[in-house]
């Protein structure tokens, strides 16, 4: 197998950070420094990183925005900013406790995650490629919860199927956990995000979304974070 797959298969980097890596010099392979790209290895292998790897990791940031309804997560879309345009000195809320903002740190900055465009709530975005992996990988075993306003009439087995027994595009969907939290609002607990997802299973039951915050994802929450503020995410912290 390659390298960067073992590498990044085992949480030790992303790809793109192993093939940085070894091009560098910084990956150890048994012991034995290793620097050739596309290099192929048994998958039992002893994989260790240079002290320079481990502090370039330590150095990248992953940053929590509560973003505001109207920006898109990833690339822009005519009209609209993207969310990573709100990142900046301007609104940092834990500009008195934490490191201070610079610049740099929106090199290689990307969402790890999407939040529609008419969706507000928790967006994470990072440098860290261990993160995005762990957040967005095939194999995420991250949940997400999510605060959702309804209008409409549930069929009557409609939470059952929220719950499980849905499909998009033809594809079972995974089970989830779907309560009503008062009248006209329910929470979402799920750990897949396939595009506008909530939205077409709500439609699938009579219901039509109104509104949908994103207030969890793993272990971290969004609490007190004012809508179009980040802050960084703390090292006592994870998901």
């Known amino acids: 197998m390659r390298l960067s797959k073992i590498m990044a298969e085992r949480g030790i980097c992303s790809r793109r950070e192993a093939d940085e890596f070894i091009e560098r010099g910084w990956v150890f392979v048994d012991g034995k420094r290793v620097s050739e790209l596309g290099i192929r290895v048994e998958p039992e292998v002893r994989i260790d990183l240079a002290p320079e790897a481990s502090r370039a990791q330590r150095q990248r940031v992953t940053i929590l925005l509560h973003k505001p309804v ?7 879309e005519p009209g609209y900013a993207p969310a990573v345009s709100l990142i900046g000195a301007a609104n940092q809320f834990d500009r008195d406790i934490a490191q201070r903002f610079h610049p740099s740190q929106l090199k290689n900055l990307a969402p790890a995650g999407r939040l529609d465009i008419d969706s507000t709530g928790l967006l994470v975005l990072t440098q860290d490629g261990r993160i995005a992996r762990q957040l967005i990988g095939d194999d995420s075993r991250v949940d ?11 069929q009557a087995d409609g939470l059952a199927l929220l719950n499980h027994g849905l499909e ?20 979402f607990q ?6 506008r997802q909530i939205r077409r299973m709500c439609e699938l039951v009579g219901l039509k979304v109104v509104g949908l915050k994103r207030v969890r994802i793993g272990k971290v929450k969004l609490g007190d974070l004012p809508l179009g503020q980040w802050r960084y995410l703390r090292e006592d912290e994870s998901f």
Do not use: T
């Not at 969907?173 to 929470?187: F, H, S, Y």
């Open 168 to 187: 998009l595009d033809g594809v079972r969907l995974r089970p989830a956990k779907v309560e009503w939290i008062n009248d006209d609002q329910l929470r």
């Open 190 to 195: 799920l750990r897949e995000g396939r595009k």
């Open 70 to 76: 109207g920006y898109v997560s990833g690339q822009p």
């Open 144 to 154: 997400k919860e999510y605060l959702v306003r309804v209008e409409g009439r549930l």
